[in-house]
Nanobody, 124 residues
Framework: QVQLVESGGGLVQAGGSLLLSCAAS????????MGWFRQAPGKDREFVAA????????YYAVSVKGRFTISRDNAKNTVYLQMNSVKPEDTAVYYC?????????????????WGQGTQVTVSS
């Protein structure tokens, strides 16, 4: 069983920054693709960003590209989401997820394990 634990959510003003972290219990962590998703009230869960095993390849949703950065520290079994220039529409519960496949994928159903989520609220 894999446990993913997100942290770092909270309340931030529009234009501000927030760093989300996700610690994974799966070893070896370094072989897996990791992703971030988010779900706003009344909306479907949507893809935000993904990163390959080495950190050398990343992929972003159009809505966050240029503002958010996904990274990972395999020695710490942790993946990060640096959120800059946040907007009120970024308000959502943010989830990290682990994909046992090898390619960067964007579908919710393609990820195998999920964290419990962390709330991010952006005030205008």
């Amino acid at each position: 069983q894999v446990q993913l634990v997100e942290s770092g959510g909270g309340l931030v003003q529009a234009g501000g920054s927030l760093l989300l972290s996700c610690a994974a219990s799966r070893r070896p962590f370094s072989v897996y693709v990791m992703g971030w998703f988010r779900q706003a009230p009344g909306k479907d869960r949507e893809f935000v960003a993904a990163i390959n095993w080495s950190g050398g390849s990343t992929y972003y949703a159009v809505s966050v590209k240029g503002r958010f950065t996904i990274s990972r520290d395999n020695a710490k079994n942790t993946v990060y989401l640096q959120m800059n220039s946040v907007k009120p529409e970024d308000t959502a519960v943010y989830y990290c997820a682990l994909d046992q496949g090898a390619r960067l994928r964007v579908g919710v159903h393609e990820y195998d394990y999920w964290g419990q989520g962390t709330q991010v609220t952006v005030s205008s």
